[in-house]
Structure formats: C-alpha cells, structure tokens
C-alpha cells in the first residue's frame, strides 16, 4: 500500500504538535504568558499535568517522577492549587473554558480525592462551559475510589496506556500489566461513564514482529476501544537516560518497522476504526472521527484532537500554554516551579514568540497533517520547493492551483512534508524521534 522510501524517512523530524516547536524555546519572563493571558478574547481549553507515577516505564520520554514520596507529592499540589488560582484571576471574564485535560505521568497517581480537589480549584478559578473532561491513567494504578470519582466528576474520555498486550515485550520495556488488568480497567471505565475511551500501542519494540503487534491490535479491539493512538517507540537513550534499560540490539531495524506501521494500519481499518492524521484511529461516530471527516480535525500538545480552543493554558510542572502571539513553559523542575509559586511568580522559564510568519506556516503544516492538503502562497511555495522536490518526484504529493494535496500513499510521509514549512529545520542539528 505505501511505497518504502528510506532516504526519504531517514531524517527525524517533530512531531509538530505546536509550531514553532518546542526545540525554538528559550527564555521567557512571566509577563510575556500574562500579556498572551490579558488579550485572550475566545474559548480556552486547559491542561494541567501530573508529573508523577507509581512505577516509571523504561521507554517513557516524559517529564515525570516517581510518585513514592507523600510529602513531595503533597506538596507539588498544593503549589498546583496555588497556580490555578494565580491564573485563574487573571482570566478574562468574557472567556469560556470547553475542554480540560489531566496528563502527566499518570494523573491517578494522585489520590482520588485529590482530583476533586482540582476540580473544584478549577471550578472556582476559571469560568467553565460545562466543559468536556479527559483523563490519562495508568491501569496499573485504577483503583475503584476512581471510578466513583470519575463518574462523580463526569469525566467523559480517558485514555489508558497499554502499549503492548505481550508479556515478554512488557518486561523488555519495563510495564508489567497482564491482560485481566487491562479488562478490569476497561470494565471499570465504561462502568464509570467514559464515552470515548483511547488505548496508546507501540511498535517498534524490541523483539517485537508483526504477529506480535498485530495480536495487541485484535485485542484492542475486541475491548472496544473508541480511539487508538499507534506509535512507533522513540529510542533516544542519550535524551532520555531511561531507555538505556531497554535492549536497543533488539529493536526492529528501520523497514521491519516501517511494515509494522503498515500491518497495524490495515488490520485497524479491517476492524473498521477510521483513520485520524498519521498516527490515531477513532471508531465511527467518535468525535474524533467526526471531526476528521467534517474538517475540524486539529493538532496540540495531546496530538489529533476535536478541540478547537486556539489558547490552551498549561498549568503544572513543565505544562505549556499556546497562544496566538506565543507558546510558554513553566518550570520543568517540580522543586523550582514549588518555589516561583511560592514566590508568588508565575512559573513560566521558557518559550517563542509567534510571528505572523510563524502562523503562516503553522496553517500550512496543520493543514497537512490535519486534512492532507493545504493552499501555500508563492513566497510560502518558493521557499519549500527545493525540500518538497524530493516528495512530489516520488509522486507523494501535488501541487495544483496553489493547494498542496497528499496522495493517497503519502501517510508515513506526511512529518516529512510538513517539515518543508518549517523555516527552523534548515541547518538544525536537533534529534527528533524518526518519522516512522
């Protein structure tokens, strides 16, 4: 179905789930996140991460810690509670908050009524509009008391990490979770009044084949799962020192994965799930699959998405908050972002501005991603022309009347097209995970 192209896969490129990306972050001051703050004048979707976990996974590239010290957890979100309230009043009034997201880590490594005590700093901050609730959690680590409470709160998606249902592949990469645990969660999730619940899967790892992969895939969907996210694993063990764990001389070479990609796609449109972008599938009638065939689809920092809030706050250790004029980071590390909140700062460190230009081609590399094709201007075409070259002569995409359009084989391709927009790839010694 897709052609195999390594020279044209070879070069990593972001994932551009915000453009710029985050590799263009420097420093940034609290004032340039409240200025963002005070001209906000639509709809707001929140984000708040929990930047703990029971156990750590050896594969995981994200910013989070072991949740095994009480006090320190205790503390972290006391500081969070004294963060939604500094924002919060800063919101304008005329605003109206649609969508709130709880990532991490594992937000359910926290204690369930703990989450009623965000809910509650949150419903007394911000002004909500009967907002649409998601949840990540960590089977391993669903306890009934969270059922009660998000079924109490309301909580209508939540998306589950399972990766593979293998036990070999689990203890190759550090997440032991037998397959009644994921049955009992999946059970106790519907129970609690879930709509659309998403399974995160892998490929790529090690001493995994196809028949591997493909076995995961049948049983996600025999679950029933609305949503799939199908990932191929990022090795980056000098990034990510946890990794090392990880037998990386038992990895799947570059075209063992690429065909893996492949076999879970088509085994995923067999079980009938919709594609979404190039790396989520949504059964039919899911928002997501709605979103995807109406032209809705978007892209932020929880990747495809139905939300179409164009500000996201991000509150919380390393959250980020996007804006029109800019996108800033709080404090990665949870101690210092404890002390600019007790400080009475906001914790903002990093970020970038957002040019008009910026915009510009975030519109084109959204509309790539997001709907397969995107209208470019001649200055915007002249520039991307001599990285374009290479995919439109392999027949990946075309040009006509100024709209950029995928074929219908481009899709392990489509990062790499929309890095010709990217004006700060050119030169760029970054490492980013591989297209494929």
């Given at each position: 179905m897709w052609p195999y192209l390594p020279d044209l896969l070879a070069v990593p490129v972001p994932r551009y789930t915000s453009y710029p990306t985050a590799a263009e972050f420097g420093p940034a001051e609290?004032?340039?996140?409240?200025?963002?703050?005070?001209?906000?004048?639509?709809?707001?979707?929140?984000?708040?991460?929990?930047?703990?976990?029971?156990?750590?996974?050896?594969?995981?590239?994200?910013n989070t810690g072991a949740a095994n010290r009480q006090k320190r957890l205790a503390a972290y979100l006391e500081a969070l509670m004294h963060e939604i309230a500094m924002v919060g009043a800063a919101v304008p009034q005329d605003c109206n908050v649609r969508y709130i997201a709880f990532g991490g880590g594992s937000p359910n490594a926290i204690a369930p009524t703990d989450f009623v005590r965000l809910i509650d700093a949150l419903t007394l901050a911000f002004p909500?509009?009967?907002?649409v609730i998601s949840i990540e959690l960590d089977p391993r680590s669903l306890t009934e008391p969270w059922r009660e409470v998000i079924s109490h709160v309301g909580v209508e998606r939540a998306s589950m990490g399972v990766q593979t249902f293998d036990p070999a592949i689990q203890q190759a990469i550090g997440r032991v979770q037998p397959v009644e645990l994921i049955e009992r969660a999946t059970d106790m999730l519907r129970r609690?009044?879930?709509?659309?619940?998403?399974?995160d899967l892998m490929y790529g790892l090690p001493g995994q084949d196809h028949d591997r992969l493909l076995a995961s895939v049948?049983?996600?969907?025999?679950?029933?799962?609305?949503?799939?996210?199908?990932?191929?694993?990022?090795?980056?063990?000098?990034?990510?020192?946890?990794?090392?764990?990880?037998?990386?001389?038992?990895?799947?070479?570059?075209?063992?994965?690429?065909?893996?990609?492949?076999?879970?796609?088509?085994?995923?449109?067999?079980?009938?799930?919709?594609?979404?972008?190039?790396?989520?599938?949504?059964?039919?009638?899911?928002?997501?699959s709605r979103a995807t065939l109406s032209g809705r689809l978007h892209r932020n920092f929880q990747g495809f998405t139905d939300?179409?809030?164009?500000?996201?706050i991000g509150l919380g250790a390393s959250a980020?908050?996007?804006?029109?004029?800019?996108?800033?980071?709080?404090e990665k590390n949870a101690g210092r972002y404890r002390t600019a909140i007790a400080e009475g700062r906001h914790p903002t460190f990093m970020?970038?501005?957002?040019?008009?230009?910026?915009?510009?081609?975030?519109?084109?590399?959204?509309?790539?991603?997001?709907?397969?094709?995107?209208?470019?201007?001649?200055?915007?075409?002249?520039g991307a022309s001599p990285r374009l070259a290479q995919f439109i002569d392999a027949g990946l995409c075309t040009i006509e009347g100024g709209v950029l359009t995928l074929s219908a084989n481009?899709?392990?391709?489509?990062?790499?097209?929309?890095?010709?927009?990217?004006?700060?790839?050119?030169?760029?010694?970054?490492?980013?995970?591989?297209?494929?």
């Open positions: 609290p004032q340039a996140f409240y200025n963002a703050l005070e001209e906000t004048q639509s709809d707001i979707s929140l984000y708040v991460h929990i930047p703990y976990c029971h156990e750590i996974c050896w594969y995981c590239g994200c909500l509009a009967d907002p609690a009044g879930v709509k659309s619940l998403n399974f049948d049983k996600t969907a025999e679950l029933g799962a609305d949503r799939i996210a199908l990932f191929g694993l990022a090795y980056l063990p000098e990034m990510f020192p946890r990794q090392k764990r990880i037998d990386g001389s038992n990895l799947p070479d570059a075209r063992t994965r690429f065909d893996m990609m492949q076999a879970g796609y088509e085994r995923l449109v067999d079980h009938g799930y919709d594609p979404v972008g190039f790396d989520h599938f949504a059964l039919p009638g899911d928002p997501l939300d179409a809030a164009p500000v996201t980020i908050s996007c804006f029109p004029q800019g996108i800033y980071q709080n970020g970038v501005a957002r040019s008009a230009e910026d915009r510009r081609r975030a519109k084109a590399i959204t509309g790539v991603l997001c709907h397969g094709h995107t209208r470019i201007d001649e200055a915007l075409l002249a481009a899709l392990p391709y489509a990062r790499g097209i929309a890095a010709c927009f990217d004006s700060y790839r050119i030169g760029s010694a970054r490492k980013f995970s591989n297209a494929v």
